[in-house]
């Protein structure tokens, strides 16, 4: 991001500044955790209740993930969190028991099970009383759906043959954060867990420390935060990506999909963008083996930095007869059962981005 070359170019000054002046630099000190609190609730849009509640989890999770609580950083929290839920933990999601019986309905058929065996088998008491099925035909919030599939998978046979450990609610929170994302960075996570770290992602404060270190935890050097709101969307380097992606495109004559997604981490198998890759193997003078390595650094900061990337755009450079953007919005569509219009990762990013200079301005 910005900020990143912000940070290089002033320490590029601080050591011209060192040569011209016999004076040390002043060392500037954090920021009061007040001070942030007090930004931070002036930042929130007019319509959020609880406004000390919000501050105090976001302030804390700046601070245990060593992020900078700037406005440009603060906004960009702001931003997601109210695109996602309008600042609701536990947001309302129409037409949810709809959602979840179809879920249920289509793992049934995959495993051939008559869906009116699995409804019949739902009829019997949950943990809290009343039925499966009533609960599912009364259910509003994906945090309450989520407890249901939980108690589901854990008490009910048909339940462990259906889903096994597979709950299908992927998403959760205020910052609508990936529950696998979560589990898999709950290391330093400051509070006492409730039970599971997916119980937690559905907190407000689990929800803004997971989002926020989803959307701000990792270095990236793009021009301008609209990337990184598709990051969010997309998965961590899915822009830079998607403009390697594209190179590779113009230099193969292969049409790609612009997706961020270089291999396929679960199969050892070629995708698209590696067969490409390979046929330009003789002009890059990279082995299909050595191609694969480098790709594996696809979702780390090291790849633009690896030979593969900088020959791919040294090629495609001089083929445009110009600097190609090094950054491109991801053309991925959104899929999802609560999704009933045609989105796109890219209508995502624009929609944040609206909200994060809208931010800004209150600064």
């Not at 755009?313 to 083929?319: M, R, V």
């Amino acid at each position: 991001m910005t900020r990143r070359f912000m940070h290089r170019f002033s320490f590029i000054g601080l050591l011209v500044l060192a040569g011209c002046s016999q004076h040390p630099a002043k060392q500037t000190s954090a920021p009061r955790p007040t001070d942030v609190k007090v930004q931070i609730a002036r930042l929130l849009p007019d319509n959020v209740s609880n406004r000390q509640g919000w501050s105090t989890d976001m302030y804390a999770a700046f601070n245990g993930l060593s992020i900078d609580p700037s406005a440009s950083n603060i906004c960009a929290v702001i931003a997601v969190t109210a695109q996602e839920s309008n600042f609701n933990a536990d947001a309302p999601v129409a037409g949810l028991p709809k959602i979840a019986w179809a879920e249920i309905d289509r793992r049934a058929g995959q495993l051939h099970i008559p869906s009116f065996l699995v409804h019949t088998a739902l009829k019997i008491d949950s943990p809290t009383g009343k039925s499966y099925a009533e609960r599912l035909d009364r259910v509003k919030s994906e945090k309450e759906l989520s407890a249901i599939f939980d108690d589901l998978i854990d008490t009910v046979p048909m339940g462990q043959k259906l889903f096994g450990k597979f709950n299908p609610i992927h998403t959760g929170g205020p910052m609508q954060v990936s529950i696998a994302f979560a589990e898999a960075h709950a290391r330093g996570y400051p509070y006492p867990v409730d039970g599971s770290i997916r119980r937690e992602v559905f907190s407000r404060r689990g929800g803004i420390w997971f989002g926020t270190q989803h959307l701000l935890g990792y270095p990236a050097s793009y021009s301008a935060p609209l990337y990184r709101f598709a990051d969010f969307n997309a998965g961590w380097y899915a822009s830079r990506n998607a403009a390697f992606q594209a190179a590779v495109s113009r230099l193969s004559g292969i049409r790609l999909a612009l997706d961020g997604d270089l291999i396929d981490y679960a199969s050892d198998n070629a995708g698209a963008t590696e067969k490409a890759l390979r046929t330009l193997g003789k002009r890059l003078d990279y082995s299909d083996r050595a191609i694969r390595r480098a790709l594996e650094r696809g979702d780390s900061a090291d790849f633009e930095k690896s030979d593969l990337w900088q020959a791919v755009f040294a090629l495609a450079d001089k083929d445009a007869g110009k600097r190609l953007p090094r950054e491109v919005l991801p053309g991925i569509k959104l899929e999802s059962p609560k999704i009933t219009r045609n989105l796109t990762t890219a209508w995502f990013a624009h929609r944040v981005n609206g909200r994060y200079e809208a931010c800004l301005k209150r600064n």
